[in-house]
């Protein structure tokens, strides 16, 4: 398979805290943009967010939908699901916005893509696992294709 991996590094909005719902404690954080590098190039716009749940074991279930702006033309519409779970203090100090060392959380994603553009078909047709972390202000992922 000729097409590699890429990492994107989205800018985050202001927490909103939406509080304890029966699914958990809800948390809604703006997409407010970055970038991708790697085997697609683009700029992420700021047209989406991350849905989190945090459940009552300390697991934070994501979902993050956003799009990419490919340069050169067109768009990739992501939808990345995970989980985050980290020790209940690291856990804490995420939650305050504050930094943690990346070793100690469990940060993985499994995104699906959409596109019209014709280069990055693959991407509909290929698995990707993302590995993840989280620093104050935005989100940094390594996608990379499973073999």
Do not use: C
Not at 10 to 27: C, P, Y
Not at 30 to 36: E, K, L, M, S
């Amino acid at each position: 398979m000729p097409h590699g991996g890429f990492r994107v590094e989205i800018e985050l909005g202001a927490v909103i805290d939406i509080g304890n719902t029966a699914q958990g404690h809800r948390r809604v954080i703006p997409i407010a943009g970055g970038r991708a590098t790697g085997s697609i190039k683009g700029t992420i716009l700021a047209a989406g967010a991350d849905y989190q749940i945090i459940r009552p074991d300390g697991v934070t279930e994501l979902e993050a939908r956003y799009v990419i702006a490919v340069d050169g033309g067109g768009f990739v519409n992501v939808d990345n699901r995970g989980y985050r779970t980290a020790s209940p203090g690291d856990s804490e100090r995420l939650l305050r916005g504050e930094p943690v060392d990346p070793s100690r959380v469990y940060f993985r994603t499994s995104p699906r893509f959409e596109t019209d553009v014709a280069h990055l078909r693959w991407l509909e047709r290929t698995l990707f696992v993302g590995v993840a972390e989280r620093r104050p202000y935005s989100v940094l992922v390594d996608f990379e294709p499973v073999r």
